[in-house]
Each structure stands twice: as C-alpha cells, then as structure tokens.
C-alpha cells in the first residue's frame, strides 16, 4: 500500500510546483498520471523515490514515512522503488545482463557492488528475467546496439530484480514507435498483475492511460484534479485538465 | 521474486549449474585493457628511471614553494614597471589576434579544398598530408625557423604562429564542413550556382557558428603560443618580459605579476568567446 | 523576426559588410603596431622553404646524429606519456569530486573548476622557468612542467566528459539504492571510459610538442637537441631533428586514431 498525503514542492518561492497532493494505491495496480506538460507529474514522481526532496507531507509505503528516512535507510525503500525512465538510463557501453544485474546492487555491500562481483543466482535470476521480457538472446550484447524498445524493456527488467514493490515510470514510451510502446504498456500491465506490483506512469497518451491503467490521476497546475478508476476518465474531466477539447485523441 | 516452481524446474541436476557469463570478450574492451596497461607500464618505467640531475627532491619542493610564495602572494612590476609589461602585454595579444586572422583566412580557403564533400580526392588528400606535416611541427621551431630567413623579429614570430594556426584550422574547418548534409550543398548545386557561391551562401551561413567556436579557442592556444615564442624565440613581448624574469634576472615577484596578467587575459578572452559564440549560436 | 524580408537582408548585408571591414581593421592595426609587413612577410615564406630546401635537408653524413636524437626523442614521448597517465590519475579524482554530477557540493565543484583553470592558464614558459630553478636541468623539471600544465586541461576535460555522459545513468543507479561508490564504479567510470582514454591520447601528442618548447626552455630531452644543432648553424642535424618530430608526431595520431575508430 502506497499513501500519499499532503505532499508539497516548490522549486522557487511563491510559486508551487505540487499542492497538496494526496492518493492512495493498492497493490497490483496500474497508475496512470496524466496532465499538461509542466503540470507536476515528473516532480510527483522524482519525490516517490526522493530523487527530488519535496518540502512537506507524508510519502508512506506500507505505513513506513520515505521522506523521514535517513540515508541507509532511504537505500532500503529505494531497492523497493524500481524505476523506469524515458531514455533507458542504461550504461549504454555494457551488456543487457550487466545493465540488469546493476538492479541488485542496493542489495550489495559496497565493496561487492563496487568491483560488480554478483552471486550465481542473482544472474540465473538475471537470465530468467530477461527470458520474461523477450531479450534472453542479447543477454552478452552491448546496449548501444538495442533498438529503443528493446532498451526500454532491459530498464523493466533491471528494476524487477530489485524485488520491488513499487515501480515508477517517467514517461516510459514517449521515445518509442507506436508498436514498442503497444508492447512496453502490455508488458508493464502483465507485471503489475503477476507480482501483485504497484506501477506508476507518466504518461502524455490519454488513450493509453485509458486503455492500459486501472486508475487515472490527473494533475494540472501542481493540483490533484482526479483520482478515480480509468473507467470514470470523461471528456468533462479532461477539458478541465488540458483547457481545451481534446476529445478527438480519445477515439 | 522468481516463481519457486519456475525455479526448481530450470535448476540442472548436475551439481553446480554452468557459470552465467556478463561479457564476451570483445575488441574495444580488449584494446581499452591493452592500452591503459601499457600506458601505465610504460610510466611505471619512466618514473622510475627519471634523471632528477642529483636534486633532492624534497628540498627542490621546499624551494619551489618558496618561489610560488613569492610569484603568487607577493606579486609586484619590478624593476619594468607597469606600463612597461602592459605594452609588452598589448603586442603580445595583437601578435596572437593577426595570426589567428591569417590563420581563418587561409584556414578556411585550405578546408574547403580538403573537404571530402567538396572537392576532387587527390587534391584533398595532398592538403591533409601537408596540413599534418606542417603541424607537427611544434609552433617554437616554425618560429626559430623563420627567424634564420627573416631574422630574429616580428616577421618570424608571425610567420611562425601563423603556419601552425593555418594547419590547425584547416583541420577543425573541414571538420565541420564534412560534417554539413549533403542536400544542403545538392540544393544549391542543382541550380547551378557556382562552386564559390556554394560556399560562402550554403556552407558558410551552416557552419559560422562552429567556426567561431574553433576561431577562438585557436585565438587562445596563439595567445599561449606567442608567449613561449616570445621566450624561447626572443620574439619579444611578454613572453620574452616573463623569459628574463624568471630565467635571467630571478625576480619571482615580477614574474607572478606577468603571470597574474596573462590569466587575466585568458580569462577576459575565454569571456568574450563566450559571448560572441552566443550571438552567433542564437542567430 | 518582424522586420520585412527586404529589411531583414539589408541589415545582414550591413552586419556581414561591418565585419568583415572590423577584422580588416584590426589586421591593418595589428600590423602596424608590431611592425609587420605584410608583403615581405608573404615573400618570405618561399624564400625560407627555398632556404630549408639547401640546409634544412639532411645529408648522408647527418645520419651519424641520429641514434643520438632517436634516443632524446623517445626519452621525451616517455616523459609525455608518463606526465599525461600520472596527470589523468590525479584529474579523474579532481573532476569527481568538482563535477555537477558526481561532485560533492556547489563549494568544492567551484573551488574545483577555478583552481583547474589556474593551472591551465598559467603558461607553460612560467611553469618551465620556477621548475628549472628548483630542480635545474634534468628530465624530472620537464616531467613537472608538462603534469601541472596536463592537469589543468583534464580537469576540465574529464568533468565535461563526465556531466555529457554520465548524469543519466547516474541517476538510474541512484534510483536502486545503490551507493555513491558503486555508483562510480558501475555507472560513471564504464560510461565514460572511451572518452576519458581518447583524452588522454590526444594529451599525449599535445605533450610531445609542448615538450620541444619546454626542452628548450629546460634544455632537456628533444627540444634541448634541436637548441643545441640550431645555435651551432649544424642545420643538417637540426632538420634530422624536425624529421624525426614529424615522423614520431604523425605515427602518434595514425596510433591514437586507430585505438579511438576501435574503442569509441
């Protein structure tokens, strides 16, 4: 269980990037965030894991506050927080099991971590995640020479090894062709279900928010506008949300 | 996180499952290992066989740090004076300004005749040999070179700067030139425009920016250049000023001085590149 | 822009004629400030290739110079290479510590970047002559001199290299929970790896042609050679001598682009 309350951003003075936002997820279920460019959506999610510090509120993952947590223990919630970001953020010079296996070291000493030393069953689990998400074949390839959606899916499968219980996606297909991102969106659906996950997009594509996400929340202006089922998204809702008619993109 | 069922079913029989490679042995990986080994075996090698002449070294440090003292915290003009060093200091950076000058001019002309996308491939080719010959040779010899011609002077130290700026130039431009799309040039040519006006209406306007960029940081190295010929060549200016303090008549303060105004140079001509390079680059 | 199509390249036309008319100004200023003529100067580039052509050339009998300049050559390709390794080994721990993304905080990383680019300003005759007086005339002062200037350049190279290539994986390895050190070590230094060598490559040439001037200055290794033929009028050893640099320089860069065409 995911609980976020109150949480508040301002990146200068008088002028607040988040207000008072709040939501809860369950496990097992697919988040869409949606809303203008500018709106608030990276800086909601950055502050999940504490990339960005936020100023004020609570961000509480099974009852546990993230915000207050000193650095060792931030460590710990952030193995649980996988991440998934629009341009991979892979080490495009080494192999897809490396660039996996780089999941696991928050769960290494640092020495162990430092010279890449990692245990048989860490890259058995390596090799059968990547079998899940289509890539046990370039397992000994160099990233730089994937295609973006094959990218995409070794950053899924790199957060997955940290055992999460939350991914968070920024803006996970907006770099891809429509038929990786078809794929990336399914892939991500199947997972949350499988591992009973709680995963969290941005997203620009309403009609994939729509299609794919369980629960829509909309944000404009650093404002929670909506947080309801995918089902209950209408046109009203998001005319308020973009300030003008969009209605076509949804068909 | 693995499915435990999954788990039993894929684990072999034998009692240790095959080791799980993360790389495979690849040729740049390989090359990086060999050449970063070398290069540290061959300075292991050279540290320890360097000739420190019978210095001691920890009192040549001691002495050092003296002399730094003097230069960075105790800097004064000396027995010149002011106004002395700064005119010194103007001849120097004109000297610097007038080759980079030479150097775009005839730089530019030389990089559209050995750009690959321009022109015929020997005459090409024979420029870029030329050009590397010319500049591997270190500007301090073009220097001493010309001034055998030309005697000691200004002549040689232009002649000298300028050769080395010419070639370095020459590089840089037709970088950026080869580096243009074809069908911007295409497009011009297939209205029949001719090959100097494909230049300067096509090419030009595309890579002024990156042309600027180069110009500069050429008008920086000139401006170090033209101190050490000013030194080692006797060429004049504040080179030879900064030559004669510390090397002939020992005053560290004088030299911390000189060397106080140069930094202020660099540092005012890294600004104005700054500068100039947003002008063009927001054009 | 608003203004007409008409007025918009009249202006350019203005701006181009205004530069063009400043950059001569300056030459023609420039040149009368220093006494430079612009005619002798262009008749005298013939005249010195003519020159070289007579006495520059080296004869049969040069050759017995050789095994003396090939030895005070690779003396000073080792002392370019030894002073850019040890250079880059003290750079790459400067430049994590100062850069934007690695660095610690805004304190060091501006302590850092100004402390590079005194180094790398000061020129190398000022270095070459306070090192000369402490340490006199041995291979040790040119070894100095080319690390202080090599440090300067790194610096500011690496911590270029590393905020250019490195903040996004950074950050992706900064979201598992990973350590500041496993984050280097996993992330940044793989990452950057190719450029930091292709660096280091190119510092080598730019060392062994400092180190003519520094030799000179310093009266070691090549440069010192070169001097020593040069103020003695034996032009036939001197011009062994720019051969061999040549020669030595070009294979260097053939070497280094190779090693980048591979690694890069």
């Known amino acids: 269980m995911l609980e976020v309350k109150n949480l508040q951003k301002s990146y200068e003075k008088d002028r607040p990037a988040l207000t008072d936002i709040s939501f809860d997820i369950k496990p097992g279920t697919f988040v869409a965030i949606i809303g203008p460019s500018g709106a608030g959506k990276t800086t909601i999610l950055r502050s999940l894991n504490q990339l960005i510090k936020d100023d004020d509120g609570q961000i509480l993952l099974d009852g546990n506050d993230i915000r207050t947590a000193n650095k060792t223990q931030l460590r710990k919630y952030r193995r649980q927080i996988g991440m998934v970001f629009q341009n991979y953020n892979l080490v495009e010079r080494l192999t897809v099991i490396e660039n996996v296996l780089h999941g696991r070291l928050g769960y290494k000493s640092t020495l162990a971590g430092v010279f890449g030393r990692y245990t048989q069953e860490e890259k058995e689990e390596a090799m059968s995640l990547l079998k899940k998400v289509g890539l046990e074949k370039f397992a000994l390839k160099r990233c730089s020479e994937l295609s973006g959606g094959q990218k995409q899916r070794v950053g899924i499968a790199r957060s997955l090894i940290q055992h999460p219980k939350v991914i968070l996606c920024d803006e996970p297909i907006a770099s891809l062709d429509p038929a990786s991102a078809q794929n990336v969106m399914e892939l991500l659906k199947d997972l949350t279900e499988e591992y009973n996950l709680i995963c969290i997009a941005n997203l620009h594509q309403i009609n994939m928010a729509k299609k794919y996400a369980d629960q829509i929340i909309g944000i404009r202006k650093g404002r929670l506008v909506f947080d309801e089922s995918a089902d209950l998204l209408s046109e009203d809702i998001l005319r308020t949300l973009y300030d003008q008619d969009i209605t076509k993109e949804l068909e | ?283 | 822009m608003m203004q007409s199509p008409k007025k918009y390249l009249a202006h350019k036309g203005w701006h181009q004629t205004a530069v063009i008319a400043l950059i001569g100004g300056i030459y023609v200023f420039g040149s009368w400030a220093l006494n430079f003529n612009s005619v002798d100067g262009f008749i005298a580039v013939p005249k010195a290739f003519a020159w070289l052509g007579i006495y520059f050339r080296p004869t049969a009998h040069s050759m017995e110079y050789l095994p003396k300049i090939w030895q005070k050559l690779i003396q000073t390709v080792l002392l370019a290479i030894s002073s850019t390794v040890v250079a880059a080994i003290v750079s790459i721990f400067v430049a994590l510590l100062g850069s934007k993304v690695t660095g610690i905080n805004s304190f060091v990383q501006t302590i850092v970047r100004g402390v590079a680019s005194f180094f790398r300003n000061i020129p190398l005759v000022a270095w070459s002559m306070i090192l000369l007086f402490s340490f006199k005339q041995s291979d040790f002062t040119g070894f100095l001199a080319l690390l202080l200037m090599s440090i300067g350049y790194l610096i500011r190279a690496f911590m270029e290299i590393i905020e250019d290539e490195a903040s996004e994986t950074m950050l992706a390895l900064k979201a598992t929970g990973a350590s500041y050190f496993q984050v280097i070590f996993q992330a940044v230094l793989p990452q950057i790896l190719p450029s930091i060598l292709s660096w280091i490559l190119y510092m080598i040439e730019n060392n062994v042609r400092d180190a003519t001037l520094v030799g000179i200055l310093t009266g070691t290794g090549i440069g010192f050679i070169f001097d020593i033929y040069y103020k003695s009028f034996r032009f036939d050893a001197a011009g062994m001598t720019v051969l061999a640099i040549i020669i030595v320089v070009i294979a260097l860069e053939t070497i280094s682009n190779q090693i980048r065409r591979v690694i890069l």
């Not at chain 2, 027995?79 to 103007?90: E, H, K, N, W, Y």
């Not at chain 2, 001493?144 to 590089?171: E, M």
């Not at chain 2, 990156?210 to 000013?230: C, D, H, K, M, P």
Request: hydrophobic share 55%; net charge neutral; proline share 2%.
């Open chain 2, 1 to 283: 996180m693995i499915n435990s069922e999954e788990n039993i079913i894929q684990k072999p029989k034998t009692p240790r499952s095959p080791q799980i490679k993360l790389h495979e042995q690849s040729l740049s990986r390989t090359m990086i290992f060999i050449v970063f080994g070398s290069l540290i075996l061959i300075t292991g090698y050279t540290l320890t066989h360097l000739d420190t002449a019978g210095v001691h070294v920890d009192e040549a440090f001691k002495g050092l740090a003296i002399t730094l003292n003097q230069m960075f915290l105790q800097p004064n003009a000396g027995s010149d004076g002011v106004p002395l060093l700064l005119q010194a200091l103007a001849s120097t950076v004109m000297l610097s300004i007038l080759t980079t000058i030479i150097g775009a001019v005839f730089g530019f002309l030389f990089a559209v005749l050995a750009s690959k996308n321009l022109t015929n491939a020997y005459l090409g080719a024979g420029i870029r040999v030329a050009m590397a010959i010319v500049r591997a040779i270190p500007t301090i010899i073009w220097a001493l070179i010309f001034s055998i011609v030309c005697g000691l002077g200004t002549t040689a130290a232009v002649l000298g700067l300028s050769f080395h700026s010419i070639a370095y130039l020459t590089k840089a431009y037709s970088e950026s030139i080869e580096g243009i799309d074809k069908s911007t040039i295409e497009s011009l040519k297939v209205t029949g425009a001719k090959f100097w006006v494909v230049v300067f209406q096509a090419i030009w306007p595309t890579i002024v920016a990156s042309l600027v960029s180069w110009t500069f940081i050429r008008l920086e190295i000139n401006f170090a250049n033209a101190i050490a010929v000013g030194a080692a060549a006797g060429a004049g200016g504040i080179g030879y000023q900064l030559f004669v303090a510390s090397g002939m008549s020992f005053d560290f303060h004088e030299t911390g001085f000189i060397v106080y105004l140069v930094i202020l140079v660099t540092f005012a001509l890294e600004f104005i590149a700054v500068k100039i390079r947003q002008i063009y680059l927001n054009r």
